[in-house]
């Protein structure tokens, strides 16, 4: 229990450890022109070259099975780096490979593992839908909304009876949606905030 208990602390230390390294480099875009200047922008991607979408996609795929920072951060990241187009797909890349890893780790290490990430209250709410006869009705809407936490839906789908090609159907073709709205939709609110601020 107690081993549990530095576990958890260990995990909300890296969450917000994580965090703030996220504040910081917004920051730092803010003063090097990185979201203003398209020269600023490929001058800090050209330092790492081959390596700039493989990292981010990396990143999309980790943030997708430990949830250290708010899954937007990301979506927006794809679309201010690499622009709209390669953003998308970076995006889809990296969080399709991300749920279905979640799914195969639920399936192999079960509701004990969901549990040190999740909330007891998030479990409690969403675990009726692992009851109801509908589950993959409703995990495929799921799926296909911008707002349902779907990173814990894809954990909880490892724990049923789902086969992976049902997952993965119901992934590749549900994810581009919210990935679009999500991405633009945060794109608009921060193009917005920096021209307020600027």
């Not at 990292?55 to 795929?61: E, M, N, S, T, Y």
């Not at 004990?112 to 009851?131: A, E, G, H, M, T």
């Not at 495929?140 to 009876?161: E, H, M, R």
Request: net charge positive.
């Amino acid at each position: 229990m107690k081993r549990r208990s530095l576990l958890k602390i260990g995990w909300h230390f890296l969450t917000a450890l994580t965090f703030v390294a996220s504040i910081c480099f917004i920051i730092y875009g803010f003063e090097h022109d990185l979201y203003y200047s398209e020269q600023a922008l490929d001058n800090f991607l050209g330092q790492f070259g081959f390596w700039a979408p493989i990292l981010f996609i990396i990143f999309q795929f980790m943030q997708v099975i430990l949830p250290i920072v708010p899954g937007g951060i990301g979506c927006l990241g794809g679309i201010l780096i690499f622009g709209p187009v390669m953003g998308l797909i970076y995006n889809y890349i990296g969080i399709c490979l991300g749920s279905i890893a979640t799914f195969a780790i639920a399936r192999n290490y079960g509701t004990s593992f969901i549990s040190f990430f999740v909330s007891k209250k998030l479990r409690d709410k969403y675990q009726l839908w692992v009851n109801h006869h509908r589950f993959h009705f409703l995990f495929t809407l799921a799926i296909f909304s911008p707002i349902a936490p779907d990173d814990y839906l894809c954990f909880l789908a490892g724990t049923t009876k789902m086969t992976y090609q049902k997952f993965i159907t119901i992934i590749l073709i549900g994810k581009p949606l919210p990935i679009i709205i999500f991405s633009f939709g945060l794109e608009w609110i921060f193009k917005h905030l920096v021209s307020w601020i600027s």
